[in-house]
């Protein structure tokens, strides 16, 4: 199993420019969360999806959508990026919402230019 | 809302030393409390989920105690390494399902 899975593993964008990040998992978990990695702010969330059709904001949500494809795939979308979003962008999944184990992905290294 | 602390935020220890890592969280109406290890540039690893009713889960020379009483979770290193060099965090949920809440995290280094 790959367990999580995340693409691409680096981006450069300009200010301005859209792109989405990809996110798989295979173990047929029904939760999956999106988290960015700041030096001395830490991790903090982003966005999750509870269950297939369902999404939420967490903590950091502005700038951001998500869309839950299906069970396995859940992509965060920057609509018009800005260096404040230049971090790290961790996906995770669960088995489910209940307070279950949490498994990370390599994750993507973004820089806003 | 649940804020989580780790303590001390670096350590550096000679190899073989069994060690200690400590976080702290605020809110102790929590059902779980999950360890996990950073290494540079990578993703993050699940060491350790510890459940409200447990007080103590073991992997290999991994020990980590829950006290909820006291608002406080130990990571227990036994026999230190010099690859259990690494950033480690413990993350717990709030009030609200599974979104988790982690703390700044220890880096720790073990010297050969």
């Known amino acids: 199993n790959a367990g999580v899975t995340q693409t691409p593993k680096f981006q450069v964008l300009k200010t301005g420019q859209s792109m989405t990040l990809q996110c798989a998992q295979d173990m047929n978990h029904n939760s999956m969360y999106w988290y960015r990695q700041d030096p001395g702010m830490g991790l903090r969330l982003i966005y999750y999806?509870?269950?297939?059709?369902?999404?939420d904001k967490g903590e950091v949500p502005n700038g951001y959508n998500v869309s839950r494809l299906n069970k396995r795939e859940f992509s965060l979308r920057l609509e018009s990026a800005a260096p404040s979003q230049t971090s790290v962008y961790f996906c995770?999944?669960?088995?489910?919402?209940?307070?279950?184990?949490?498994?990370f992905g390599p994750g993507t290294r973004l820089t806003v230019l | 809302k649940q804020e989580v602390t780790q303590i001390p935020a670096a350590l550096s220890v000679p190899e073989g030393e069994n060690l200690v890592l400590n976080c702290s969280f605020t809110?102790?109406?929590?059902?779980?409390l999950q360890w996990f290890r950073q290494d540079p540039g990578k993703g993050l690893t699940s060491l350790l989920l510890i459940q409200s009713s447990q007080r103590e889960q073991t992997s290999g020379r991994l020990n980590a105690s829950l006290d909820k009483s006291s608002g406080r979770s130990t990571l227990y290193i036994a026999a230190s390494q010099p690859g259990d060099s690494a950033t480690y965090l413990c993350?717990?949920?709030?009030?609200?399902?599974?979104?988790?809440?982690f703390g700044g995290g220890t880096r720790l280094m073990v010297k050969p």
């Open positions: 993350a717990a949920p709030g009030d609200a399902g599974n979104m988790l809440t």
């Open positions: 995770a999944s669960s088995e489910g919402w209940a307070y279950n184990e949490q498994f």
């Open positions: 999806s509870a269950s297939e059709g369902t999404t």
């Open positions: 809110d102790s109406a929590i059902y779980n």
